[in-house]
């Protein structure tokens, strides 16, 4: 267990040492000079040459990687180039609401996902599975910027029961959630289509074993063994697609938040790509980066937790 726990470490930690040194060697080869974004076309070539002295631009590659990532260990991201301020405040300031739209987002899709998954695995062949089933292959299929126009148009212009994007502020509570509805549903349809074939898969791999039909002989109800027999047994493949499902559904917050124009990560990293911020958008991908390996991370940890039987052979 302990020599799982090591390796797993150092491949956590490798994995973010390698993606740092991509993260930074491609936002310092994009083009475009970041001393000139800021002063503008007309600065003068004394104060276009002070600013990227001031910046540390004419430093060695090596030497500002190591200085990123040392100020980024203790907590010192680099001062925006468009906003002025510490990219630590920035991210502070605007974390709360992707990390809120984000497990929103996974809460829904696990309840729908498990819901209809265990469903349709209990009603195998029957019309509740084939139907559960083609709605889950068409929101697989189904473009997720498509359903979201559909969505708009639907609550927010045509019935007027849910407004079209801003966010009112978490001031009014009521308002807040309701701002955030349409946003939540609109990540979680796609993934929760997705998961409720995972789960419909595990589970009926379940049914067909012996302690099953064993529980079943005993007299035990359906719902009972569906859901303290069988899911338990099929959260493997479960957990490793919520995994990379919960990532998805942080990095799928850039798109949702500029369409409804939410004050998120998502928002701010567009709004710096297009302002070439150097130090706000490398800070971005990176902790969007270290999100997805964390969550890989804790996915690995989790196995021997639902499966004992992975812990003899660690």
């Known amino acids: 267990m302990s020599y799982f ?93 992707t990390i809120s739209l984000a497990v929103a987002g996974m ?25 559960t089933m083609l709605l889950s292959q068409l929101g697989i299929a189904v473009p997720a910027f498509w359903l979201l126009i559909l969505l708009v148009l639907l609550f927010a212009v045509k019935l007027r029961w849910l407004p079209p994007g801003g966010f009112a502020g978490w001031s009014d509570p009521v308002a807040a ?22 789960t419909r898969s595990s589970a009926l791999e379940v049914m067909r074993q012996d302690f099953t039909r064993t529980a079943r002989a005993s007299g035990l109800s359906q719902r009972r063994i569906l859901w303290r027999h069988v899911l338990p047994n099929a959260l ?21 938040e500029n369409v409804f124009y939410l004050p998120g990560l998502g928002r701010l990293i567009f709004q710096s790509i297009a302002n070439r911020d150097l130090p706000t958008v490398q800070a971005l991908v990176m902790l969007f980066a270290v999100i997805v390996v964390t969550a ?3 996915v690995d940890l989790l196995y021997i937790l639902i499966d004992p039987r992975l812990k003899a052979r660690t």
């Open 177 to 198: 959630i309701r701002s955030l509805i349409l946003p939540t549903v609109a990540l979680a349809l796609v993934q929760s289509a997705v998961l409720a074939r995972v």
């Open 5 to 97: 726990l090591l390796r797993r470490t150092i491949g956590f930690l490798a994995t973010l040492i390698a993606v740092s040194i991509v993260v930074f060697a491609v936002m310092n080869v994009l083009p475009g000079d970041p001393a000139l974004t800021i002063l503008g076309l007309d600065a003068t070539d004394d104060a276009l040459a002070a600013l990227r002295e001031d910046l540390g631009l004419n430093d060695p590659l090596l030497t500002r990687y190591f200085a990123w990532v040392g100020g980024a260990l203790a907590g010192d991201l680099g001062i925006s180039h468009s906003f002025r301020v510490p990219v630590s405040e920035l991210i502070a300031e605007r974390l709360p609401m």
């Open 236 to 256: 493997v493949p479960i957990v490793t697609i919520v995994g990379m499902q919960f990532a998805a559904l942080v990095t799928g917050t850039i798109v949702i």
């Open 107 to 131: 809460i829904v899709t696990l309840v729908i996902a498990l819901s209809v998954g265990i469903y349709a695995a209990s009603h195998h062949g029957k019309a509740g599975d084939w139907a």
């Open 296 to 298: 890989n991370f804790i």
